[in-house]
């Protein structure tokens, strides 16, 4: 798949980080989350692919978050803020006080997101947190002894670290009856072992649900799983 769609006028020293919060910063509106993601779209859409959830599949997570209506969600993997944005919003619309906590070890990409998130005028919901989710869970608890369930999660960070942080939510008890789990990418690059794992579990009710690769016509699937 190319990366570029067009001729895009940028230094070589660019990242594509960078170069989507320069275009969130010229095309959205300050303060208005729904201009950031339409930015966003449009970036991936039309000037580079990027690796954003999308909006696909995106309206199917949109859908798995209005069943949950958490009080508390997190995110394994940031990236540039788009999923954070998304869905911190939407979770805020369903749940007066809700909090979207989303974990990204790239120091540069926490910047990016943590600056969309900002720009998107969603501090006072979502909190990027700039480690890997095993690493930094325990300090995170710690910080936020309020926390006993979460009910929804959604996972796109390294599929080799999809099953293992779905066992260690396990492990802290943070999953309950209703939690909603949803991993990205389950088909393309693929997540086998992930959906293996919560398809054959009795703790989990799992559907996967086919789609496309964002911004693409290639074959993806998201999973979504219920906690029993």
């Known amino acids: 798949m190319s990366t570029t769609m067009q001729n895009n006028n940028h230094s070589s020293s660019d990242t594509i980080e960078e170069r989507v919060l320069r275009f969130v910063h010229e095309h959205a509106r300050q303060g208005d989350p729904s201009s950031v993601i339409e930015a966003m779209d449009r970036f991936g859409k039309g000037v580079e692919w990027v690796m954003f959830v999308g909006d696909e599949k995106g309206n199917l997570v949109d859908e798995a978050l209005r069943q949950a209506k958490p009080k508390v969600a997190l995110e394994l ?14 979770a805020r619309q369903l749940t007066p006080g809700a909090k979207y906590y989303s974990f990204e070890p790239n120091e540069l990409r926490h910047r990016v997101s943590s600056e969309v998130v900002r720009f998107a005028g969603l501090v ?3 909190e990027i947190i700039n480690g890997t989710f095993d690493g930094a869970i325990d ?3 710690a910080t936020h002894g309020e926390i006993t369930r979460v009910d929804f999660v ?7 670290r999809y099953v293992p942080d779905l066992r260690l939510l396990e492990d802290k008890r943070l999953l309950a009856k209703g939690s909603v789990v949803v991993g990205d990418n389950i088909i393309m690059p693929g997540a086998p072992e992930y959906w293996s794992y919560v398809s054959e579990n009795e703790r989990y009710n799992s559907r996967l649900i086919m789609s496309h690769v964002e911004y693409s016509k290639q074959e993806d699937a998201v999973a979504i799983s219920i906690c029993n």
Request: proline letters at 0%; aromatic letters at 18%.
């Open 139 to 141: 300090d995170f608890l």
């Open 154 to 160: 959604f996972i796109d960070h390294l599929k080799s």
């Open 77 to 90: 993997g940031a990236y540039c803020g788009y999923s954070a944005v998304r869905f911190g919003s939407l």
């Open 124 to 126: 006072d919901t979502v």
